[in-house]
């Protein structure tokens, strides 16, 4: 993953922590401005339809390459169509095989915020979860939260999975002892999903603390 596309999805999961769901659409805020704006510069032009555009021609053309800022589109509260793109990923993984669970839950998740439920979605959350290390438990928790549950694990079992997983310091991370921005940004976003449960909002407050710790003093990670 380079590094636009790491920043631009720790922004897009940092900055929508009020929606109950991943794909929920945002109340209008100065973050969402930015993504939006950072979004628009990218697609070429001020005018959303150019967006619709990018989302049309380039990103669909993309498709199994572009998912990232699909899924940060969708949480720009603009209200794109994605069909085309849907339509692109779907002949995409018609002739591809996937790599790994993890893969296969990005595409996933690109489907279900191009507004997509099919076989390749359920299938993915039925046997993903768990599968390549912390990653393929969050996104797993995700799928969860958007309605794909997999029937060998409860939420419950998915949330300990995660929280198991803390560090010391509260962050998580892909391997090591150090906090990753990026995964604890993510994980910081699905534990928000359980809002009642007293172990993932506590695990959710320390993984906060632990961005704010590594923020540099000039705003930078």
């Not at 990103?59 to 949480?75: F, H, R, T, V």
Request: charge should be negative; glycine fraction near 8%.
């Amino acid at each position: 993953m380079n590094k636009f596309f790491r920043i631009l999805l720790c922004a897009a999961l940092i900055f929508s922590l009020s929606a109950g769901a991943v794909f929920a659409t945002p109340e209008t805020n100065t973050a969402d401005r930015i993504i939006t704006d950072i979004l628009t510069a990218k697609a070429g032009g001020a005018d959303p339809a150019s967006v619709q555009a990018w989302i049309d021609g380039p990103l669909s053309d993309g498709a199994g390459e572009s998912e990232w800022y699909i899924l940060a589109l969708a949480q720009s509260g603009e209200g794109y169509d994605f069909s085309s793109y849907a339509d692109a990923l779907s002949a995409y993984l018609a002739e591809k095989t996937v790599k790994n669970a993890v893969t296969a839950q990005k595409y996933a998740l690109s489907f279900l915020a191009a507004g997509v439920k099919n076989d390749f979605t359920a299938e993915t959350a039925e046997h993903s979860v768990g599968q390549l290390g912390i990653m393929s438990v969050v996104f797993g928790l995700h799928l969860s939260a958007n309605g794909l549950s997999c029937s060998a694990y409860t939420d419950a079992d998915v949330l300990e999975m995660l929280l198991s997983r803390a560090i010391a310091e509260g962050g998580f991370s892909l391997t090591g002892e150090y906090a990753d921005v990026d995964v604890t940004a993510m994980a910081v976003q699905v534990l928000a999903h359980f809002s009642t449960d007293e172990k993932a909002q506590t695990a959710m407050a320390r993984a906060i603390d632990c961005l704010a710790a590594l923020r540099r003093e000039d705003g930078h990670y």
